[in-house]
């Protein structure tokens, strides 16, 4: 069964740093594009970051770029999202997804349509 679940949020003062998880289960990572993805109240879900398939190419949105970073561990189903210099603009509620490829190689985009989405993790910033 393929399944996206996240963790990892909470509330932390601006300036600070959280890792969000996110453990895909029923499909190896080397065959699917994963991407974050933000939700705030009364805005539109906006796409952050995303990490492609079989070669880990990135992509960051400039919203978070030089501040998030993404990563993987393909033995574990891990995809990670490093956020640090947290602004209270970063409060939303965040997601991972997943855009199965097989062996056909598409680079990442937040812009792409994803097969599967996880529940979404709150992440809170303030003083």
């Known amino acids: 069964q393929l399944q996206l679940v996240e963790s990892g949020g909470g509330s932390v003062q601006p300036g600070g740093s959280l890792r969000l998880s996110c453990a895909v289960s029923?499909?190896?990572?080397?065959?699917?594009?994963i991407g974050w993805f933000r939700q705030a109240p009364g805005k539109e879900r906006e796409g952050l970051s995303c990490?492609?398939?079989?070669?880990?190419?990135?992509y960051y949105a400039d919203s978070v770029k030089g501040r998030f970073t993404i990563s993987r561990d393909t033995a574990k189903g891990m995809v990670y999202l490093q956020m640090n210099s947290l602004k209270p603009e970063d409060t939303a509620v965040y997601y991972c997804?997943?855009?199965?490829?097989?062996?056909?190689?598409?680079?990442?985009?937040?812009?792409?349509?994803?097969?599967?989405w996880g529940q979404g993790t709150q992440v809170t910033v303030s003083s």
């Open positions: 990490i492609s398939s079989s070669d880990g190419v990135t």
């Open positions: 997804a997943s855009k199965y490829l097989g062996l056909v190689y598409r680079a990442c985009g937040v812009r792409d349509e994803y097969d599967y």
């Open positions: 029923g499909f190896n990572l080397n065959y699917a594009n």
